[in-house]
């Protein structure tokens, strides 16, 4: 039994003794050891060849056997005893891998076979069995060598291959290993240029060719390597010039045609990658173009399609065909927006200044050069995921490294005579309340205005419909006076069933509707309702399930609401309002394919250009397109509303509008019979953030499949690739008992199109491209009115209505002031809420308590097209004025400021990040301007006067939105945290800092199911210092200054794992951080908090038990999971609210990257939100 062991270990010893005797002979080389050298070598070989354990004594450690081998190579100059050592080494590195030839290289092997194959070939004729061994070891090394091409080209081994490939063309056995290591030799581009003058590129083409069973393992090889030659620039050029590109597609054709069986995929494939390099370069994309390359793509693709093994070939036939479409300008004038705002002074720099000095007849949508001579490097995934573009910064470039400058500072205020005017802000620290007038703090929203302006006419609503006969109660005439002419305001009364049904003959009467005033010349006395009655028009109750919400006030808003295209309609979801759903909406699962089915129904716009309208059915640049036709479907008379138009067609296009507040859609084109490529309107003054989006649609059929393009989006990936769907608001639903925002959508995707970014929109690149946003939506109801957003929106005039709405929800235990922070660029009021609880007397004791509460600092919807941000304020401000005791024990607890929309001119005007400066608000606190950044300008002074009088904050937050990212999260400030991900080295002293900033975000991750601890961070990055975050945690020395970011997409942890969030789990979240905030102030002063009434503080579950939190209408329950899976998002989600184009390494701390705090306590670690 232990016969082969015992001979296994005698051989082994036996390799240790040859070893031993062939170093001897190599320290002391004779002529006459030439005999012995090669009877040893023989011996190694023959021992290595039968006895795998002597291949592991040759290159243990410590037994030398590797040098000695690599000696022996390097002195003989015997033909045999050098056969001998290459076989030797073929064998070691065969069966040893990566380890064993990584000791090769580090031992000199690779010089040393490079000299071997140079000084063989000077001596002809070459002996094929050498030129084979060096050829398949130079393979095996080559890879495993970084600098394996510069040592190739330095010791002139590059020609020597080529010329070995020249004169053996029909010796495969040769040929093959030759080939194969000018693939490893043209990974060096340097190496590659030097190939293609040498006649590689000819060689290669004198292998391949048509369609043929035989060495095809030649053929593959020849393919790669050609391949690989044709990544560098100037052998494409050369490829191209010599006409190769349609000698390629005719060969993938034939190859494609004859292997019906799919046995050579790899080839065909192969065949692809050689096109691909070959279009990195514009010469390439026009002999691709010219040779008729997108049709014989597209069909070969087509054809395998249904079969999902040929996934590869249509992957890169794809990413070929979409990098070869011929780059079109975005159908626009101009990408400026539509709506211009005269500032009351440019600023000195930056986007603004650009955009006012650039030269008149500057054509700003696309460049003289339209592409670049070389293209991005795409992957072969790049057809079903779109890598991040911001994602290739290394992790440590923004993150701060100067302690000094990460160290809060007390820095030079304006003087407190000039703060001293935000006293009036603060008057519940002057108060005596002797008089006992708990009515006197409240301010409400005028219901009406002198101001002439603000009385101009409102439509309602805002859109051509009308139901079919055989949905309709009365007819038109019932509504309308028998010539037409509008109603007057006075004449309208809105009713509201007290059962809550509705008339059927609702959409239709409001789809002809104009409120208060006359339109197009016609008089405000025109002719009145028949027998002079009021118009009776019902609209569905929803009082009781909206308390804040109330049509008649929303109208009064409207009207005092200012915006720059000066809007007279009313959208309906904001008129009827929206009731949460009751059901769970999941995250969308995505359908395999479906944005290369998207892609190639792109390509076919080229393909059969036959099929493609292309007319503009909207357009707010084009004059005759500003008015608004409104349609009877039945009788196709036309309603003319603000301008005379032209009806379009007969009725067979849908019907877009988006001239109401917060709206934003620029241009509808009809590419097919049902499908539309739409366009986003810029920020005012600016010319980019196309993201937000709100507009109307009518005249659809029921039961099509309708397909919408958002075609000018700039981000290089969104949540709509990953399960995010839009929302959509039917009006037919909503006159039915379903007022509400629904996800809606099918085959949504978000993918690079062929529509040109000039340099002027890409910021000074050139050669980039818009995104499309594309999804499928099949209508139910004929004739409806249906609306589409990229997230719940909320309106300013909504914002007020609710904050009316709330102020008469105060009782004599609550302090409630409602007064106006500033006026905005646009003539908006920017409001600012003061929240607490009333003193129990005016006693000098309970005056002094009520003084001394810690005050808080809310703001929120900086970024207009941030939504879900109001909606979080929204539950906030509810659970801030109900009556519960956890309600009232947080308004004793603190003194609320709280500003809930920062950005009132953004939000009115439809902008999704900008105000109507034109700038970002939240990269201004650093140093904000009173004219042009009055919100920012007037907050950071009302903090500076609360720290001036030693009142500074206990906490701020920012309430905001994110695009990219799930769950809901919170960013933060750190000295620690931030050094932790640079390479700084600094002492403990140097990182002393309280954890308390840590505390708040622990807590919401105990209550809000949708928040998650583990996307959290609280690193200071460069680019994000003029953030209010930082700056309030800088200058004004607040700790615990955050930023909370809500998903506009779901959740992938915790209660709502898989589902995609609503209003409901918004307000939720609103309500949470209310309660967070109680618990909190129990760990910063608990015995403060024990002079309380112990019946609302008596147990801790009190304050999780969402039961008793009123206007919470989704249930929540105490969720600790302290072991949330990693974040698994294939794409990295970048930027503080979604801003692309400030680098943000916020996002490398997702994933692992936040290290521990080893002193903070067990119950706050911050280990307990790592994976």
Not at 275 to 302: E, P, Q, V
């Amino acid at each position: 039994m232990n016969k082969p062991k015992m001979a296994a270990e005698k051989s082994a010893s036996r390799v240790l003794m040859l070893l031993s005797q062939l170093e001897r002979l190599n320290e002391e080389p004779k002529v006459s050891d030439k005999d012995a050298i090669r009877q040893i070598t023989g011996k190694i070989l023959h021992l290595i060849l039968t006895q795998e354990k002597t291949r592991k004594e040759v290159v243990s450690k410590g037994s030398g056997g590797m040098e000695v081998i690599l000696s022996s190579l390097e002195n003989t100059r015997d033909l045999q005893t050098t056969l001998n050592v290459l076989g030797i080494l073929n064998e070691l590195l065969t069966v040893g891998g990566g380890r064993r030839t990584g000791v090769f290289v580090s031992k000199g092997g690779t010089a040393i076979l490079l000299q071997l194959l140079v000084s063989s070939s000077k001596e002809p004729p070459a002996n094929e069995e050498l030129m084979f061994l060096i050829h398949s070891l130079l393979v095996k090394v080559g890879p495993k060598d970084k600098k394996f091409g510069v040592k190739a080209r330095l010791n002139g081994a590059l020609n020597v291959t080529v010329n070995l490939v020249k004169h053996n063309l029909h010796n495969h056995k040769l040929l093959l290993p030759c080939l194969q290591v000018l693939r490893v030799y043209s990974s060096n581009l340097v190496n590659a240029v030097s190939l293609g003058r040498s006649g590689a590129l000819e060689i290669m083409f004198d292998i391949i060719g048509p369609f043929s069973k035989k060495s095809t393992t030649l053929l593959k090889v020849t393919l790669d390597t050609l391949a690989a030659l044709l990544k560098s620039g100037m052998n494409a050029r050369r490829a191209v010039d010599r006409g190769y590109l349609p000698t390629l597609l005719a060969i993938y054709q034939d190859w494609h045609r004859n292997d019906t069986r799919h046995r050579h995929v790899v080839i065909r494939k192969s065949i692809l990658g050689c096109i691909k390099n070959l279009t990195n370069i514009k010469l390439g994309r026009k002999a691709f173009i010219d040779a008729s390359g997108m049709r014989i793509l597209y069909n070969a693709s087509t054809e395998c399609l249904p079969v999902r093994t040929l996934d590869p070939l249509v992957n890169t036939s794809s990413l070929i065909m979409r990098k070869c479409f011929p780059k079109n300008r975005l159908p626009l004038p101009t990408i400026k927006s539509v709506f211009l705002h005269t500032l009351p002074h440019i600023p000195a720099g930056g986007p603004v200044a650009q955009l006012y000095n650039q030269p008149p007849g500057v054509d700003d949508v696309v460049d003289e050069s339209d592409e670049n001579e070389a293209t991005e490097v795409d992957t072969e995934n790049d057809t079903e995921n779109e890598e991040d573009e911001a994602g290739h910064k290394t992790q440590n470039d923004d993150i701060e490294t100067d302690i000094n400058k990460l160290r809060p500072r007390q820095i030079n205020m304006r003087p407190f005579d000039e703060l001293r005017v935000y006293e009036h802000f603060c008057r519940e620290y002057t108060e005596n309340f002797e008089d006992n007038d708990f009515e006197s703090p409240r301010s409400f929203f005028p219901l009406s205005s002198d101001n002439a302006e603000l009385h101009r006419p409102i439509i309602i609503p805002t859109t051509p419909t009308s139901l079919g006969p055989q949905n309709r109660c009365s007819a038109p005439g019932d509504i309308l006076p028998p010539d037409g002419s509008p109603l007057e305001l006075d004449s309208i009364s809105i009713s509201k069933r007290p059962d809550g049904k509705s008339d059927c003959d609702l959409v239709y009467s409001l789809g002809r509707l104009v409120l208060d005033g006359a339109v197009n010349g016609v008089s405000e006395d025109g002719p009145q309702d028949e027998g002079g009655e009021q118009a009776d028009l019902e609209v569905p109750d929803t009082a009781a399930l909206l308390p804040l919400h109330d049509p008649d006030i929303y109208l009064e808003m409207v009207k005092s609401t200012r915006s720059v295209p000066a809007y007279t309609e009313v959208a309906y979801p904001d008129y009827f309002g929206h009731v949460a759903l009751n059901l769970r909406e999941p995250i969308l699962e995505r359908v395999y394919g479906v944005q290369r089915m998207k892609i190639f129904q792109d390509i076919e716009r080229l393909i059969h250009p036959s099929d493609i309208i292309d007319k503009v059915v909207y357009d707010l640049d084009n004059q005759r397109f500003k008015g608004y036709h409104r349609y009877d479907g039945h009788n196709c008379t036309a309603f003319k509303i603000n301008q005379i138009c032209p009806v379009i067609d007969n009725g067979e296009s849908l019907k877009f509008n988006s001239k109401f507040e917060s709206g934003n859609l620029r241009k509808a084109i009809q590419v097919r019979k049902f499908e539309y490529d739409l366009i986003l309107n810029s920020d005012i003054n600016s010319n980019h953030y196309h993201q937000w989006f709100y507009f109307e649609v009518g005249n659809m059929r029921p039961g099509v499949r309708y397909r919408f393009n958002i075609i000018n989006c700039e981000k290089s990936n969104s949540q709509f690739n990953y399960g995010m769907q839009v929302l959509m608001y039917s009006v037919h639903d909503a006159i039915n008992g379903r007022p509400q925002w629904v996800r809606t959508g099918s085959d949504i995707c978000y993918y690079k199109n062929h529509f040109s970014r000039s340099s002027i929109a890409a910021g000074g690149q050139k050669g980039k491209s818009y995104f499309t946003m594309t999804f499928t939506v099949t209508f139910q109801h004929k004739d409806d009115v249906c609306y589409f957003a990229y997230h719940y929106p909320y309106t300013y005039s909504m914002l007020k209505m609710h904050l009316q709405k709330l102020s008469a929800l105060g009782t004599e235990k609550i302090y409630y002031r409602q007064e106006d922070l500033c006026e905005t660029l646009g003539g908006n009021s920017c409001p600012l809420l003061t929240i607490t609880a009333m003193p129990e007397s005016s006693s000098n004791d309970h005056i002094s308590q009520f003084r001394s509460r810690p005050v808080v600092f809310l703001s929120a919807r900086v970024h207009p097209g941030e939504t879900n941000s109001s909606w979080v304020m929204k539950g906030t401000l509810e659970f801030l004025m109900s009556c519960s005791p956890q309600a009232q024990s947080l308004r004793e607890s603190y003194i609320f400021k709280i500003i809930p929309m920062l950005n009132p001119d953004g939000v009115i005007n439809g902008n999704h990040r900008c105000s109507l400066s034109g700038e970002d608000l939240n990269r201004q606190w650093q140093n904000p301007n009173a004219e042009l950044h009055p919100t920012i300008y007037h907050a950071k002074s009302l903090l500076q006067y609360l720290r001036a009088t030693g009142k500074t904050p206990l906490v701020f937050c920012d309430y905001h939105g994110h695009s990219r990212k799930k769950n809901v999260f919170m960013y933060g400030c750190s000295i620690k945290e931030t050094v932790w991900q640079t390479n700084v080295n600094t002492s403990t002293c140097d990182l002393h800092e309280d954890l308390g900033y840590r505390t708040l975000p622990k807590l919401l991750s105990q209550m809000a199911p949708a928040f998650s601890l583990s996307s959290c961070s609280f690193v200071v990055e460069r680019s994000k210092e003029a953030t209010a975050r930082v700056v309030v945690w800088r200058e004004i020395g607040v700790q615990r200054s955050y930023t909370m970011e809500s998903t506009l997409c779901g959740c992938d942890q915790g209660k709502y794992k898989g589902l995609q969030i609503g209003t409901n789990e918004l307000e939720e979240m609103g309500a949470q951080f209310c309660l967070a905030l109680l618990r909190l102030r129990r760990f910063t002063s608990p015995l403060e908090l024990h002079n309380h009434n112990s019946h609302l503080l008596d147990v801790e579950n009190d304050l999780i038990d969402t039961r008793s939190i009123p206007n919470i209408t989704s249930n929540t329950t105490y969720v600790l999971d302290e072991d949330e899976p990693a974040f698994l998002e294939e794409v990295d989600y970048s930027a503080e609210s979604n801003d692309e184009n400030d680098p943000d390494p916020e996002h490398y701390l997702q994933d692992n990257h936040v290290l521990p705090d080893p002193n903070s306590d067990s119950e706050f670690s911050h280990q307990d939100s790592l994976n």
